[in-house]
């Protein structure tokens, strides 16, 4: 299924050869803010290539040694398969899973690990891991003027804003309890993104998070 919004051009433009990205996440939620992300670092890709969608969560981060080597490989072949059946070369992989943790020596481990063994599996495609720290929320953060473009009465707490938001623990739930009403929900994530693309927020991040700067370098690696 293709992410909700503006599409990333379906067919190529005439004499190129069509081509999709895939993205893998925990949810379609997360699937839709990975899709904003790469339309704001990546305008290039994003109307050059389709943004496709596989089904299955991702659940990599607490596996290890074959047990990994297979869970990659069947992510690694259904985006294979999801290229063939949009008749389309697959320019590029993006696989998203929250961390529930902070980016220390675990984080460098569990990212050092899926880099090398997606480059083994699949060394003739991009990827790009979003691996986010603590979750995709945290990330959100990093945008904190896109949320009253969704609910105009929100407004992200001043303890929230200007940080390293990969150091706010579950900041699903303080963003819960620090908006007001309507009660932020998981759901509204994309819209947050969307609205953070519209208003060109994306390139001028307020905050840090290594783990979103690590993704944006995957992205921008990509040639």
Not at 5 to 15: C, I, L, N, P, V
Not at 88 to 110: K, S
Request: charged share 30%; aromatic share 6%.
């Amino acid at each position: 299924m293709t992410p909700k919004g503006r599409q990333g051009g379906g067919r190529a433009s005439q004499g190129r050869e069509r081509s999709v990205i895939v993205l893998a996440g925990e949810d379609r939620n997360d699937c839709e803010i990975l899709a904003a992300l790469i339309r704001a670092h990546r305008p290039d890709l994003g109307a050059a290539a389709k943004l496709v969608r596989i089904n299955d969560p991702v659940r990599l981060r607490r596996k290890s040694g074959p047990v990994l080597a297979a869970a990659v490989g069947a992510l690694v072949g259904k985006a294979r398969a999801k290229a063939r059946q949009q008749q389309a070369e697959l320019l590029g992989f993006v696989v998203h899973e929250d961390l529930d943790g902070y980016t220390d020596a675990q984080y460098d481990r569990i990212r050092d690990t899926l880099t090398a063994e997606f480059a083994r599996q699949s060394p003739e495609s991009r990827t790009a891991l979003a691996l986010a720290a603590w979750e995709s929320e945290g990330w959100l953060l990093l945008f904190p003027d896109a949320f009253p473009h969704v609910r105009p009465r929100w407004k992200v707490p001043a303890p929230l804003l200007d940080r390293d938001t990969g150091r706010v623990k579950d900041a699903k739930e303080e963003l819960k309890r620090g908006l007001g009403l309507p009660v932020f929900r998981e759901s509204d994530g994309p819209a947050v993104a969307r609205e953070a693309l519209q208003h060109r927020l994306i390139p001028s991040p307020r905050g840090t998070n290594r783990s979103y700067a690590d993704f944006v370098g995957d992205l921008t690696g990509w040639t």
